[in-house]
């Protein structure tokens, strides 16, 4: 376990006070990018990162070259978040059974201390499955791929961890040498291929990684289908179940092409297509689990105000999509883009230039690690190698906050280093024991006490209610803890049994998914956020986080490994913080994630404000 050292401070002047005293100011959230590195290539340097994305772990960054090297055939390296302390761990090539040009990323196990990863070559020739340490030792080769006909050949992407088992693609290979859909065990053993692509209506030649949900695993292939323009697919991960979720078409109205990985949210997947669209120059797509539902979020037209060509997976952060195009921006050497999970707000975050101080042809899939993203080019930079970068994507933040049970409630916006800058108040003071429960996508989750009625307030922009949905209640002894995308998060008093309500359009409970159907004492549920369920015993030392899948079933469990102070609670949770406070009034802060959910920056709120509790928050 460790503790933040002088993380929480022990007065600020940023008070509630002063904020109604000052007025609002404007909210602005900074966007600085920064070149972190210059592929320099062999033999001290990688060279051509090509596919790949690079894994945050705390305050490093860890990925692969394609190509550089002591032995010119890529490299494993590390770097601190920074920028400094770059570091070759590992070169592939040399010993001609050692894999060589990795196409992907790492994948690493829940404590990080293992890697796991492909090579597209080496081995025999046709690309290897490694295993590797943290610091760059303990190398091991466990499975060659050899081809046709019974086994895959050249992976161009990533692999995906569950238990002891990993899956994976490869492009070519398997009965038809339109690539396969294999799992293996951690340890090298029980290699298995699930599916050999035929070339036709099932698909070919897939890329990136297969995202898990329970038993099912979802991807893309780049070709085949009923018009050879690629396919969705889902199959189960003992190899049963094979469906095809879509089949690409053409023109206006479809994609072609998919490329990377699918991005997982709710029971939604989201791709992105080379080809398809407005000019061919690609589409950012969604798709239902089920199938259904397909619809074009954005058709990339290129030029100097929009991207073309997107090469490598979309990632979700909360309601935004991120993702980079090979093409297109003010210098037609690629961009990096978001847009909204809904389709709106296309917005293009970076045109790339290349030259000695930026990169250009992002070949690849950007890592969201608290509020910055980082990435890296195939060329630009100083030798025009390459380049990995940062671009700050600070989110539009707010604080739910209620003086007492039945007093005022209100919103903060939170502007510049995360202090309140705007204060919206939610009408007059309640009446009774309503108490806000949560805030989340313009909707605030109210209870009249513990066990009382409950409701949802719509809010408008300036979180001013302008729709009450009764929801439920009274339910004795049952508090709602809080609200996420149609979803509450209720729970049978502090230690009692934990489940989600889905609701209906109506906003009345539908479908009713037990997390935990015992009693656990000191146990609390404090907040639901996409697929996580932040808990903790009582007040002090977080536990961690419940991982859910599609259906709201827990599937994993992650500790946090930072120790808030005796008395803090965890009050709320969104795709980048955890909301604390010191007990109720007490001084208020954020802890900003890292990628794997785990606390690695501070930032104080506000100082003690009597009577205030803050009740949840959100990102924008």
Request: aromatic share 10%; charged share 10%.
């Amino acid at each position: 376990m460790k503790v933040l050292h002088n993380s929480f401070p022990r007065s600020r002047l940023a008070v509630l006070g002063l904020v109604l005293l000052l007025g609002a100011v404007p909210s602005v959230q900074s966007q600085t990018f920064t070149n972190l590195h210059s592929f320099m290539g062999e033999p001290n340097d990688g060279r051509y990162p090509y596919y790949g994305a690079l894994m945050p772990w705390g305050t490093n960054l860890y990925g692969m070259t394609d190509s550089g090297g002591s032995n010119y055939g890529g490299v494993i390296f590390r770097m601190n978040i920074d920028g400094s302390g770059y570091t070759n761990l590992f070169n592939f090539g040399g010993d001609p059974s050692i894999g060589r040009a990795p196409l992907g990323a790492l994948t690493r196990t829940p404590g990080g201390k293992v890697f796991y990863g492909m090579t597209s070559e080496g081995g025999i020739g046709l690309g290897v499955v490694f295993r590797i340490l943290l610091d760059g030792s303990g190398y091991a080769n466990l499975h060659y791929f050899s081809g046709v006909p019974s086994d895959g050949a050249s992976p161009c992407g990533d692999l995906t961890l569950s238990g002891t088992n990993l899956y994976g693609v490869t492009q070519y290979g398997g009965v038809s040498n339109n690539g396969v859909v294999f799992r293996l065990n951690t340890d090298g053993s029980g290699y298995t291929i699930l599916h050999h692509f035929s070339g036709g209506d099932d698909g070919a030649n897939p890329e990136g990684a297969l995202t898990l949900d329970g038993a099912s695993l979802y991807g893309a292939t780049g070709n085949g289908g009923w018009a050879g323009n690629g396919t969705i697919y889902k199959i189960q991960t003992d190899g049963s179940g094979y469906t095809l979720l879509r089949s690409l078409s053409t023109g206006l109205s479809d994609g072609s092409g998919p490329v990377g990985s699918l991005a997982m949210n709710g029971t939604q997947l989201f791709g992105v297509t080379v080809w398809g669209g407005i000019n061919n120059s690609g589409v950012v797509f969604r798709i239902n689990t089920d199938g259904s539902g397909y619809t074009n979020l954005h058709r990339f037209a290129g030029g100097v105000s929009d991207g073309a060509q997107p090469f490598g997976s979309p990632i979700v952060s909360g309601s935004t999509i991120y993702g980079t195009t090979r093409f297109g921006g003010g210098n037609n050497s690629g961009t990096l883009f978001k847009v909204h999970i809904d389709g709106s707000g296309f917005t293009l975050l970076h045109s790339f230039a290349g030259g000695a101080r930026d990169g250009a042809d992002p070949w690849g899939t950007p890592a969201l690690n608290g509020t910055a993203l980082y990435g890296m080019t195939q060329a630009g930079g100083t030798s025009n190698s390459g380049t990995i970068f940062a671009l700050k994507v600070a989110p539009t933040v707010s604080v739910l906050l209620q003086q007492g049970a039945g007093g005022v409630a209100g919103r903060w916006l939170l502007g510049p280093n995360y202090l309140p800058a705007t204060w919206n108040q939610m009408g007059a003071p309640l009446d009774g024991a309503w108490v806000t429960c949560a805030m989340r996508q313009n909707h605030t989750l109210l209870q009249q006490g513990t066990g009382g009625l409950t409701g949802l307030w719509d809010l408008n922009a300036a979180a001013t209610p302008t729709n009450w949905w009764p929801v439920y209640g009274p339910l004795a002894g049952w508090i709602m803890r809080d609200y996420d995308s149609g979803r509450i998060m209720l729970q049978q008093g502090d230690g009692g049994p934990i489940g989600i309500w889905t609701l209906s359009v109506s906003n009345q409970p539908a479908i009713w998914t037990p997390l935990c159907s015992k009693s656990v004492p000191g146990l609390i549920a404090r907040s639901l956020c996409g697929n996580r369920v932040l808990l903790q015993y009582g007040s002090g030392t977080p536990i961690g986080f419940w991982t859910l899948d599609g259906s709201n079933n827990v599937t994993i469990w992650t500790q946090i490994n930072t120790v808030a102070p005796a008395g803090w609670i965890l009050r709320s949770l969104s795709p980048t913080f955890i909301l604390l406070q010191a007990g109720d009034g007490g001084m208020a802060g954020l802890w900003e994630l890292d990628s794997s959910g785990q606390p690695f920056l501070w930032h104080p709120i506000t100082g003690s404000m009597s009577g205030w509790i803050l009740h949840g928050i959100d990102e924008q």
